[in-house]
């Protein structure tokens, strides 16, 4: 029960994660009416990302949640996410673990599994949940891209896993369109009518451009009776003379009067180095324009953002209240290593610990087929029964290789003076491990994954 509410945990953290970092287009609603459903829109231009480092001198090895605990006064660990990659350092595996405090051990939560197009595109993703009574993974959901001739996003399918049948059924599909410039026009969305067995159309977006610019962004509902589309909200954006977004005005239609009504609005402020350092969020309320949430931004050079200040407007007071902060640390590559999120306590009138997300990036070797500074090679990896270990050249003095779990702790141990070894019908259960290999003169340790 603990490992579901952790996972359960982990879910809105991601949701969270995807407001805060998106284009704002999907944030203004979740800040101004939190209770209402928003849109997470998949842009067709970065669903391909291989989630390298921003520097891409590496990948994202594994990410770990903390949740802080305020009785002990420490971070307590959550969940984590353990990446593999291909041979074209493209997202190939990757599992998510919840914490048991009890056991001090992870317990299997979700695997995702990516399969790719002959030119590198995303071509399915498949989700599977672990069950604990049979130990073993059960198909859940699945997504399948189609490309057009040129490559971009013609669409994409969701479908679930139908146990009963042992079958995958169509669900949800979302429909792509490009004007003659590339730029990107439609996002359509129909759902799957198991009755006439047709796709039906649910909501679109339409975009419109001007000099290569989105300036304006309409939602519209499918009204099933009239078979017709209904006008819902409406963005438009406007911009700087240098082109950075200077604002972006919400309006929501009524059916009542047949026109658009003002509701939110955004305003963007930048340095001298054109980073972003405040987001003004305003609703309209009795004929005028009333703050309602603000986001600050801090810099430490002129790339890193390093904090933000979340606040939100005290109508009574006429005064801002802070109410989160986020910090973030880099490492020597500015990669982004640690994500500190923290509650504002009017009591002690300061930031306390809330949430922490640690990610570890690997600047080495990142593919099925592992090797070690000192020619080491460890395939299949992930594996699941067997492992094979074979060194560049035979070792002089014999090899010591040992495996241990997450917790430090050995579960494995044997001698050998060949150049390669089969590592059979290991009893370890699957997880992580670090295998340690050891010459007698340097120690070389990888980590490997059985599933």
């Known amino acids: 029960m603990q490992a579901i509410k952790q996972f359960v ?14 284009p704002v287009h999907s944030q203004i609603e979740f800040h101004l009416k939190p209770y209402q459903e928003t849109d997470t829109i998949l842009n ?10 921003s520097q891409s001198l590496g990948q994202l090895d594994s990410i770990y949640h903390f949740d802080w605990n305020t009785t002990l006064m420490e971070w307590e660990k959550l969940l984590s996410s353990v990446k593999f990659y291909n041979d074209n350092k493209l997202l190939e595996l990757e599992f998510i673990r919840a ?11 979700q695997k995702k599994v990516r399969t790719y197009t002959a030119e590198n595109r995303l071509s399915e993703e498949t989700v599977l949940i672990w069950e604990a009574n049979s130990q073993s993974w059960i198909n859940y959901s699945r997504t399948s891209y189609s490309y057009s001739p040129d490559l971009v996003l013609d669409y994409y399918i969701k479908k679930s896993w139908n146990a009963g049948e042992e079958k995958w059924e169509e669900t949800i599909k979302y429909i792509y369109d490009f004007d003659n410039e590339g730029n990107w026009t439609l996002y359509l969305r129909q759902d799957w009518n198991t009755d006439s067995s047709k796709w039906i159309n649910n909501y679109q977006f339409t975009y419109i451009y001007q000099v290569g610019r989105k300036v304006e962004q309409i939602r519209q509902n499918w009204i099933l009776n009239t078979s017709s589309w209904e006008n819902n909200h409406r963005l438009s954006f406007t911009y700087e003379g240098d082109g950075l977004l200077s604002s972006e005005l919400g309006e929501t239609w009524s059916n009542t009067i047949m026109q658009w009504d ?14 972003l350092v405040e987001k003004l969020y305003q609703s309209w309320k009795a004929s005028v324009w009333q703050n309602t949430v603000r986001y600050i931004y801090g810099y430490e050079n002129p790339e890193n953002n390093t904090e933000i200040i979340y606040s939100i407007w005290n109508s009574s007071s006429n005064q801002w209240e802070q109410n989160r902060q986020y910090l973030f640390e880099y490492n020597e590559h500015n990669d982004l290593i640690i994500e500190t999120w923290l509650l504002w306590n009017k009591d002690t009138s300061g930031f306390e610990n809330d949430y922490k997300i640690a990610n570890f990036i690997d600047y080495s070797v990142s593919a099925n087929e592992m090797e070690g500074e000192s020619g080491i090679h460890v395939f299949p990896n992930p594996f699941s029964e067997n492992i094979r270990i074979k060194m560049s050249q035979k070792p002089n003095f014999g090899l010591s290789i040992r495996i241990f779990d997450i917790r430090g702790q050995l579960v494995y141990s044997v001698q050998t003076s060949n150049s390669s070894i089969d590592l059979k019908d290991l009893n370890i259960p699957p997880g992580l491990y670090i295998l340690s290999v050891s010459d007698g003169k340097q120690v070389e340790n990888i980590k490997i994954l059985r599933h």
């Open 9 to 22: 945990k982990f879910l809105v953290v991601q949701l969270l994660l995807v407001f805060l970092f998106l």
């Open 44 to 53: 067709p231009f970065s669903e391909n990302q291989n989630l390298k480092s």
């Open 99 to 109: 914490w048991n405090p009890a056991s001090e051990t992870w317990i299997e939560q």
């Open 262 to 275: 003002s509701s939110t609005i955004i305003a963007y402020s930048y340095n001298l180095n054109d980073k």
